[in-house]
Each structure stands twice: as C-alpha cells, then as structure tokens.
C-alpha cells in the first residue's frame, strides 16, 4: 500500500490546516491508521491514531482537544484536523498504517509510512 499525505502549508498561529492521507494499491479500511510528526531537532512524535472501522481514536495528550483523526474507509483516507495551532506545531507531518490494530503510539507499530507534509506555523 502507498501513502500520500497531503494538506500542509504555511498558516498563522490559531489558524487551521487538515492533513490528507490517501491509500493506494490497497485499501486501508481494515487497518489502523496513525499520524506522527518531526520537528526539526526533535525525535518523530506521536499525533493520533484511528481505529479501522473509525470508532476508536487515540491522541497525544498534549493535542488531545485541538486536533482531530477520522477516516473516510469508502475514500480510503484518513484526515487529521489541527485547530488553534501554535508555532511549536511545525513539523513534517507523516500518515502511517498499522498492522497490529491497537491504537500504538510507538513508531514500531506502524508498518507503512507516507512521505510527509510540511506544516508551518508563525507567530
């Protein structure tokens, strides 16, 4: 399967941005799906995570509130909606899949990983 994250840009804090993740060559309707991010000095962090059928999510708590995962399994894609971001939001931003089924924060978890998006955040 091929992921293609899309949806990053250039927005002002307390702006909003949704992130695209669309699958390909095999759907991702059974799987969980995951998005992480990487700050530049920093290790890749854990977002959100969304269980196959979308009724469980999972967050980090520290964006639990402001961000938001779902999926549209007929689209074969999984959408995160980042609200009221901040400056220390900027990141790139990668979707991932994951054939384990547990809502995993850990990178280890996830099997299959799109290329990344660039978010940016000024103040």
């Known amino acids: 399967v091929q992921l293609q994250a899309s949806g990053g840009g250039l927005v002002q804090a307390g702006g909003s941005l949704r992130l695209s993740c669309a699958a390909s060559?095999?759907?991702?309707?059974?799987?969980?799906m995951g998005w992480f991010r990487h700050a530049p000095g920093k290790e890749r962090e854990f977002v959100a995570a969304?269980?196959?059928?979308?009724?469980?999510?999972n967050y980090a708590d520290s964006l639990e509130g402001r961000f938001a995962i779902s999926r549209d399994n007929a689209k074969n894609t999984v959408y995160l909606q980042m609200n009221s971001l901040k400056p220390e939001d900027t990141a790139v931003y990668y979707c991932?899949?994951?054939?384990?089924?547990?809502?995993?924060?850990?990178?280890?978890?996830?099997?299959?990983w799109g290329q990344g998006t660039l978010v940016t955040v000024s103040s």
């Open positions: 991932a899949l994951s054939l384990v089924g547990n809502l995993a924060r850990h990178i280890n978890y996830y099997n299959c």
């Open positions: 060559g095999r759907t991702s309707s059974s799987y969980t």
């Open positions: 969304i269980s196959a059928s979308g009724g469980r999510t």
